[in-house]
């Protein structure tokens, strides 16, 4: 089966929150997903590189927003964000997909920033460590 398409797409400008709705079997199903968690898993060649090994991680987007949200064709979303990122195509099956397993992938985008010893703060604000 191929991934839905969302009946409904919405921004929440406060919350920075991308809203897709779903109609799944005569139900509406409803998921948020982060910009900051859009931006760091951006498609974009830009992010992800050209294999796993030259994935760029992204760090200091805890405030990434959206500027615009512009449908490609039947089959995509072209999101700009406020950090000047738009190349980025995120496919109907890799929202879908986002909004599967969002938490997993946020879990694990943490992991590698600590790993990296990296911050989602943006550049210029300093990181207090609390022991």
Not at 47 to 72: F, M, W, Y
Not at 80 to 99: A, I, R
Request: aromatic content about 10%; hydrophobic content about 35%; charged content about 25%.
């Amino acid at each position: 089966m191929s991934a839905p398409i969302p009946v409904n797409v919405h921004y929440h400008k406060y919350d920075r929150d991308l809203e897709l709705s779903y109609d799944i079997d005569g139900r509406r199903q409803s998921f948020r997903l982060a910009a900051e968690l859009l931006r760091v898993f951006s498609p974009s060649a830009e992010v992800r590189g050209h294999s796993p090994e030259q994935a760029v991680l992204q760090t200091g987007k805890k405030d990434v927003g959206l500027l615009n949200i512009e449908p490609v064709g039947n089959y995509a979303l072209k999101l700009h964000f406020d950090d000047g990122h738009n190349s980025g195509l995120y496919s109907w099956e890799y929202l879908w997909e986002m909004c599967q397993h969002r938490e997993q992938w946020w879990q694990d985008y943490l992991h590698r920033l600590e790993a990296a010893g990296a911050s989602r703060e943006p550049l210029g604000i300093p990181v207090r460590q609390v022991h």
